[in-house]
């Protein structure tokens, strides 16, 4: 799990591609829960993808569990992205 979560660091700190995609969508929609939508996204997806690279494998719900409260846990340093 724990080269899972670097992973998840890494797509948190490319902070300039965020702005990008953000800045690019907000047409669609500008508000601060879209913009975390697309974070959260990124951030699923390096957790999906990397737990079935890593592990050949797709995510217990235990692992789950686990995403959704490093997600939670961050949720304040997300909003900082952009």
Known sequence: MEKIKQKIHETISNKDEIRQLIQLLSNIDDS???ALGIVVGRLYNAFYYQTKRILNREPTKFEFAEFLEFVKS???ALENLW
């Open 32 to 34: 601060k829960s879209f």
């Open 74 to 76: 961050k949720k304040s």
